[in-house]
């Protein structure tokens, strides 16, 4: 059972940046590919990157450019770099994680989730 905890969200003004961590526990991120997804209110959850086993990043249009993920596997933890935000990043941002070796887009191909963060961009 692979556990995951979301932290760093909070409220930044406008072209700030903010960091985000989920910690996994239960599985090394070795063999984990692991996801950040966001959903604003009324709206779907969105793709915002993954990273692969081998260290592979992918990430959706709208933050491509502006959001970086990283790992530090000593303390098992992946990182959601965020420069530049606009008001419509504004969502909770929840960490996803599934024993699968390729990056995925799509919520349903990923088995654990974390319990999210709210990120508040204010214009």
């Known amino acids: 059972q692979v556990q995951l905890v979301e932290s760093g969200g909070g409220l930044v003004q406008a072209g700030g940046s903010l960091r985000l961590a989920c910690a996994a526990s239960g599985r090394t991120l070795s063999r984990l590919t692991m996801g950040w997804f966001r959903q604003a209110p009324g709206k779907e959850r969105e793709f915002v990157g993954a990273i692969s086993w081998s260290g592979r990043t992918d990430y959706g249009d709208s933050v491509k450019g502006r959001m970086t993920i990283s790992r530090d596997m000593s303390k098992n933890t992946m990182y959601l770099n965020m420069n530049s935000l606009k008001p419509e990043d504004t969502a909770v941002y929840y960490c996803?994680?599934?024993?699968?070796?390729?990056?995925?887009?799509?919520?349903?191909?990923?088995?654990?989730w974390g319990q999210g963060t709210q990120v508040t961009v204010s214009s």
């Open positions: 996803a994680a599934d024993p699968g070796g390729l990056t995925r887009r799509t919520p349903l191909e990923y088995v654990y």
